[in-house]
Nanobody, 124 residues
Framework: QVQLKESGGGLVQAGGSLRLSCAAS????????MGWFRQAPGKEREFVASIRRSGGSTYYADSVKGRFTISRDNAKNTVYLQMDSLKPEDTAVYYC?????????????????WGQGTQVTVSS
C-alpha cells in the first residue's frame, strides 16, 4: 500500500515562507519522479513543481519560479517544497504525488499516487 502524507501547511502572511514535506511509504521512493500540485477553491488542480528521482532535474510552473524550491531526500523517502515570498494567490490545498516513471510530468494523469493534501493560506 503506497502512502503519501503531506505536512507543513498553515496560515502565513504575504511575503512569508512555509516548507511542505511529503513522506512516502510502500514504494521504492527513489525510483520515481515526484511532484507537487495545488488546487484552489473552484479551480482545477494545477502543476507546481516536479523533481526527478536523482534530484538533479527540477521544473517549476511559471507562477512559482524563483520563489519555490522542490527537493528530495531519498534516504528519508521525503520530498519537500520550500515556499518563499508567498502571495495570497498561492492559497490552495497542496498535494504531493508520485509519478508513474522518472520523467518530469506536468499533468495529474501522469501521477498514480497522491497524498491527502495540506492547506496553505496566505493572508494579505
Amino acid at each position: 500500500q503506497v502512502q503519501l502524507k503531506e505536512s507543513g501547511g498553515g496560515l502565513v502572511q504575504a511575503g512569508g515562507s512555509l516548507r511542505l514535506s511529503c513522506a512516502a511509504s510502500g514504494r521504492t521512493f527513489s525510483s520515481y519522479a515526484m511532484g507537487w500540485f495545488r488546487q484552489a477553491p473552484g479551480k482545477e488542480r494545477e502543476f507546481v513543481a516536479s523533481i526527478r528521482r536523482s534530484g538533479g532535474s527540477t521544473y517549476y510552473a511559471d507562477s512559482v519560479k524563483g520563489r519555490f524550491t522542490i527537493s528530495r531526500d531519498n534516504a528519508k523517502n521525503t520530498v519537500y517544497l520550500q515556499m518563499d515570498s508567498l502571495k495570497p494567490e498561492d492559497t490552495a490545498v497542496y498535494y504531493c504525488a508520485s509519478a508513474r516513471d522518472d520523467y518530469i510530468r506536468y499533468n495529474p494523469q501522469s501521477y498514480d499516487y497522491w497524498g491527502q493534501g495540506t492547506q496553505v493560506t496566505v493572508s494579505s
